[in-house]
């Protein structure tokens, strides 16, 4: 099946801070998404990107299929950033999602 | 109004015992999902239907039985429990083939096999 690899696996910031959080994956897909895991272990997709370049407030991705990776970039963290984020993906014909082991993102005040 | 919602939300249990976990969407959606959460926090599809029809049937026990009673309910039942069945067990539902196929997930149910 499909491979995702996320990194980095853990990452702490001081709040204001940006970083960026990466997806590779292992064929080509149809279906690519974002997913916050909060602390109280809520799943909320962030976004639906499986090409191109999406915003929402102080979050964007970009997803370059052709070179099988997709970036998540997170400016002006805040502590309600804080959880885990995964990147889902699925080949072409298939409503299968396969995750990434995610990344703990740690914002401290 | 919650998109997707299961019930219960925490499952204490002993082994050996049968649980059923419920899960329903009001999103309209054809397709529904369980994906189970280890405690490495590694998410994995277990079943998906489709307008009731079974249609991902990934290497799960056969003590885990979905069942789609319709389009908006998908529950799971569990027979024998297992310690190693402990896991935060995840709903989700979407409408492949209508942009974007985003998939809304439920709240969780943590089940705990003692």
């Known amino acids: 099946g499909i491979q995702v690899e996320q990194s980095p696996p853990d990452l702490i910031l001081q709040e204001g801070a940006n970083s960026t959080l990466r997806c590779n994956f292992s064929?080509?897909?149809?279906?690519l998404q974002w997913f916050h895991q909060n602390p109280w272990g809520q799943l909320i997709n962030l976004f639906y990107?499986?090409?191109g370049t999406k915003q929402n407030g102080r979050l964007s991705a970009t997803t370059v299929a052709t070179e099988r990776y997709s970036l998540l970039y997170i400016s002006s963290s805040q502590t309600t950033d804080s959880g885990v984020y995964f990147c889902?993906?699925?080949?072409?014909?298939?409503?299968?999602?396969?995750f990434g082991a995610g990344t703990t993102v740690t914002v401290r005040a | 109004d919650t998109a997707v919602s299961q019930t219960p939300k925490y499952l204490v249990t002993q082994m050996g015992n049968d649980k059923s976990i419920k899960c329903e969407q009001n999103?309209?959606?054809?397709?529904m999902y369980w994906y189970k959460q280890d405690s490495k926090k590694f998410l994995k599809i277990m079943f998906s239907?489709?307008?009731?029809?079974?249609?991902i049937n990934e290497t799960v026990p056969n003590r885990f039985s979905p069942k789609s009673p319709d389009k908006a309910h998908l529950n799971l039942h569990i027979n024998s429990l297992e310690l190693g069945d402990s896991a935060v067990y995840f709903c989700?539902?979407?409408?492949?083939?209508?942009?974007?196929?985003?998939?809304?997930f439920g709240p969780g149910t943590r089940l705990l096999v003692l």
């Open positions: 989700a539902s979407s409408q492949p083939g209508v942009y974007p196929e985003t998939q809304y």
């Open positions: 064929d080509s897909v149809n279906n």
């Open positions: 990107i499986p090409s």
């Open positions: 889902a993906v699925s080949p072409s014909n298939d409503y299968k999602l396969s």
């Open positions: 999103l309209g959606h054809d397709t």
């Open positions: 239907y489709n307008n009731k029809e079974l249609i």
